[in-house]
């Protein structure tokens, strides 16, 4: 067992292309949000030290992303997902935590910070508000080349748009490319934010809820997509989602998330077909499965904490059917449960003594346990709020 979080491993196939290690970000929260001192007074013992009130968006998470593989990050909202995305693609700075491209630290300045930038390209949950609506597809995908200097003339550039185009099936290419934003479908619009970030030949692709706002029908489209660019071009893809089933689809390592931290993880297969965490288990229960013939495996329990002031312990144990004393006490490390899959849960220890198996003290009926969301998670900032 390791020391705190599961480390999202990938199968040994060499250098991660992209691989996180240990990042944690924490967003200060400048505005004084009164409940949430309060929590922080009533703080249980084991939390962190009381100070100025932050966001624990992101808690010692690593994740690699080797070439040719699809790795999903599944949670629900809140969890951190898009808080990992954007540190990944430097976005934001983590608060502690190392990034690695090919194995090496690139400089946050300089041709360094220029690699990088076009090595790891995001793609985003709203393909509208990502194209600018007053500029053509054309001009969406000859801007990144000029910049990179990759369409030298107008001829290469032309053909560039037209490659970018069909790599996207988005055929016939020239008629696509005269096209404005509100002339295309939903799943048009993310085709052609796939081809921008596509058009500086990156090796990383983030995908941030990348199908959540397109119609059901056209979901298996864009994930048949990505699949192709992890086959035909070998590019290594995060996809974050909060639908475990389609992380199952189209991933070939899970790793889940939940308030902050990854909790398991492993081939997505196996992650599906056998969960090691009791999160996991409630994601899937959760999951629409018109071949499941019993009840749910877990009932519905809560909803995540606030993480401005997170519980002690295992972060998930206010909601969890299966916590024991040592849960509240202490937060779990990395239990390896299979080859290459692993779950921070404390069910998989072997020497636990019979105090800390024992049942867990839960607070009186009618009142929230430590870290639940309340008023504080309701006052809690939105993305960009309270935080300059
Ligand atoms: N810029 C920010 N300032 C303060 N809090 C933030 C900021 N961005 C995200 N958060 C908080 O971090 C937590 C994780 O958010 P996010 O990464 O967007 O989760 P998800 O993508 O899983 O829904 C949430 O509590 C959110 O309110
Ligand atoms: S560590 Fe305890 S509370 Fe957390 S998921 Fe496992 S059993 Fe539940
Ligand atoms: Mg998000």
Sequence with gaps: MTELGVTAQPPATGTPLLEARHLTKHFPVHQALRTARRRLRERPAGAAAAGRPVVHALEDVSIALPRAQV???????????????????????????????????????????????????????????????????????????????????????????????????????????????????????????????????????????????????????????????????????????????????????????????????????????????????????????????????????GSPPSLVSPPAGCRFHPRCPHAMAICADRAPGDFDVAPGHAAACWLHAKDLDPAQAGPIARPPAGQPPAGQPDSARSSAPEPGEETR
């Design 71 to 301: 790795t999903a990050v599944v949670g629900e909202s809140g969890s951190g997902k898009s808080t990992l995305a954007r540190v990944l693609a430097r976005l934001l700075p983590p608060t502690s935590g190392e990034l690695l491209l090919d194995g090496r630290q690139m400089p946050a300045s300089g041709a360094g910070r220029r690699r990088y930038a076009r090595q790891v390209q995001l793609v985003l949950q709203d393909p509208f508000s990502s194209l600018n609506p007053v500029h053509d597809v054309r001009y969406h995908l000859a801007r990144p080349l000029r910049i990179h200097g990759l369409g030298e003339n107008a001829g290469s550039l032309e053909e560039s748009i037209t490659s970018l185009l069909e790599r996207v099936s988005l055929t016939p290419a020239g008629q696509f490319a005269s096209k404005y934003p509100h002339e295309l479908s939903g799943g048009q619009r993310q085709r052609v934010a796939i081809a921008r970030a596509l058009a500086v030949r990156p090796t990383v692709l983030l995908a941030d809820e990348p199908v959540s706002m397109l119609d059901v029908s056209i979901r298996l489209g864009l994930l048949n997509l990505l699949s192709d660019l992890r086959e035909r071009e070998r590019i290594a893809i995060l996809y974050i989602t909060h639908d475990i089933a389609s992380a199952r689809y189209l991933a070939d390592t899970i790793a889940v998330m939940y308030a902050g931290q990854i909790v398991e993880s492993g081939p997505a297969q196996q992650v599906t077909d056998e969960p090691a965490h009791p999160y996991t288990q409630l994601l899937l229960s959760a999951a629409p499965d018109p071949e499941r013939a019993g009840p749910p495996v877990l009932a519905a329990r």
